[in-house]
């Protein structure tokens, strides 16, 4: 009597089942070390940014200019404030040239030119951060004759364009045909439907790499230092040469005093979180327009 | 074939040919389409069926490489020869194989959509408008609670696709043309865009494509048999099923290929 198959293969089960639970259990231990791995130098850096720079962080700091060396105390208040404002020119330049880049490339670029751009996109992105420097200072600083907070808006804005244009098109082809058919069967137009649809559906993902850009550049210091240039005071115009957080950093960490020493651990932690909070913030404030059971 | 003397034409085709780069996809199509009635569309796959429909309010251009040649007439408005493919859209509704509402509008802003996009402004009309085409596609009491909360996204199959059809309504087409509607749905949401169907044709004239033999019988006056990118035979539904004069459209329908 032939034997009867199920009951055959039954046999076999629990060794089929241990096998699977260890290749499980291996695979599984293998991702959790790959994220632990991954974490924990992160981690381990803004723990040791909290532990030196934490005691250097107080009111003066964050509401004080720079005291001259040897006197304690004073802060980078003007550097805070000087970062903000480099940032947000570099925003209002790079954001827009950098989602309409993306919105060429992935609705109308699918050809010889649009190629090219992709290309130089990537090569861009990979140029030296310094390089950037050299490129704003010869077209802004040495036609304004000063070193300027628009010079170094202008070099980071360099750096973010190319990330926001190719994170913008990769999320741009995200978005399903079908939908831009729809839109088309409704006898809306080309533009309307890319900026109506096709870029408020990629939204989230358009905000994510804008905010990519801008926490890549926010940290940047090489570009800065022929075209921002720093400054030991406030600044509020934006043609004169402008306080930023990473160069007073770079100024404090490479000098021979401690107090500069424990200010530039503080300078980098307050860098650090500054970026956090805005990143977080543009996040929620994004999640807020959106609809329930849309993405 | 022309529909019955007396019958309003809806939608005339003469000599459509259609492209896709050099791959010849529609051959020398002309009929007559009744105003106000159902025409269906059958044949196996890939014989041109959705590239007729398409080449009706200009989406088939839309695909890259894509060529139409020939004259199509909806009414007085000429679908070639100069009009604005936008134009002519505004004057067609479609409805896809696959419902696809805009997920990040909510219910009330995907119906609103074609005409709000479109530079219509007056919000007591819209409301109207919104209400009216919900209803015609027997949506409204399914879900007018929840109009402003919803995304068109979190309805379900069949509701997505009868949003899709409100969202066509309102644009007031002259004709609504389906591409396969109910291939993703269960029986019992196809059985209701059917309903649907029956209801819509009283005002508009309705170009179906269906892989549902059945689905052909049940809703069309008329059905046109495609295969490998020509008009076979054009009749009466009942004829069609019944009595075709062709070999070919008998072999199709009686399932002996396709």
């Known amino acids: 009597m032939p034997e009867d198959p199920i009951n055959a293969s039954s046999k076999a089960v629990p060794q089929i089942n241990l096998r699977r639970r260890l290749v499980n259990a291996a695979v599984t231990f293998a991702a959790v070390g790959a994220v632990i791995l991954v974490l924990t130098p992160l981690v381990a850096i803004f723990g040791y940014l909290v532990y030196r720079g934490v005691g250097s962080v107080n009111w003066a700091f964050l509401t004080q200019t720079p005291k001259p060396v040897g006197e304690a105390g004073g802060g980078m208040a003007n550097a805070i404030a000087g970062s903000a404002f480099i940032l947000l020119l570099a925003s209002l330049i790079g954001v827009p040239f950098g989602i309409g880049a993306g919105i060429y490339l992935a609705e109308y670029g699918r050809n010889r030119f649009g190629d090219a751009i992709r290309f130089t996109a990537d090569v861009l992105n990979g140029v030296p951060s310094i390089v950037i420097g050299i490129v704003a200072y010869g077209i802004v600083v040495l036609t304004q004759r000063h070193f300027s907070a628009l010079a170094g808006g202008v070099a980071l804005s360099l750096m973010m364009i190319p990330t926001i244009s190719r994170t913008t098109e990769e999320m741009l082809l995200l978005v399903p045909n079908s939908l831009r058919e729809a839109s088309y069967g409704l006898g809306i137009s080309r533009w309307r439907t890319t900026l109506s649809i096709t870029l408020r559906t990629a939204t989230s993902g358009v905000i994510t790499g804008v905010m990519l850009a801008f926490a890549r550049v926010a940290g940047e210091t090489a570009p800065l230092l022929f075209t921002a240039f720093g400054n030991q005071y406030w600044n509020y115009r934006i043609d004169q040469p402008t306080a930023a957080l990473p160069l007073q950093i770079f100024t404090y960490a490479i000098s021979p005093f401690d107090e500069w020493h424990r200010q530039a651990w503080a300078g980098a932690l307050v860098l650090i979180v500054l970026i956090v909070v805005s990143v977080s913030a543009v996040r929620i404030a994004a999640s807020r327009g959106m609809l329930k059971g849309a993405n | ?258």
């Open chain 2, 1 to 258: 074939m022309t529909p019955e003397p007396g019958t309003e034409i809806g939608i005339q085709v003469e000599n459509l040919n259609a492209w896709f780069g050099k791959t010849q996809a529609l051959q020398d199509i002309s009929m007559n389409v009744a105003a106000k009635h159902a025409t269906a569309i059958i044949g196996p796959s890939g014989c041109g069926k959705s590239t007729f429909v398409r080449c009706l309010n200009r989406m088939h251009e839309t695909v890259r490489d894509a060529r139409v040649m020939g004259r199509v007439r909806i009414g007085e408005l000429e679908v070639y020869n100069g009009t604005p493919a936008v134009y002519v859209r505004r004057h067609v509704g479609m409805v896809f194989q696959k419902a696809n509402p805009f997920p990040t509008m909510s219910i009330y802003d995907n119906v609103a959509a074609g005409l709000r996009l479109n530079g219509f402004s007056d919000r007591r009309k819209l409301d109207e408008i919104v209400e009216n085409s919900l209803k015609m596609s027997v949506l409204w009491d399914e879900i007018k609670g929840d109009l402003r909360k919803k995304s068109g996204a979190s309805l379900s199959g069949g509701q997505q696709q009868r949003l899709c059809i409100a969202r066509a309504l309102a644009v007031e087409p002259q004709v609504l043309l389906m591409d396969e509607p109910c291939s993703a749905l269960d029986p019992i949401s196809s059985g209701k865009i059917e309903d649907l169907i029956f209801q819509l044709k009283e005002h508009y004239t309705i170009v179906i494509v269906t892989h549902n033999m059945q689905q052909a019988a049940r809703v069309a006056e008329y059905t046109g048999f495609f295969l490998l990118g020509r008009l076979i035979e054009f009749d009466k539904t009942e004829k069609i099923f019944t009595t075709p004069s062709e070999k070919r459209t008998e072999d199709y329908i009686t399932g002996r290929f396709g």
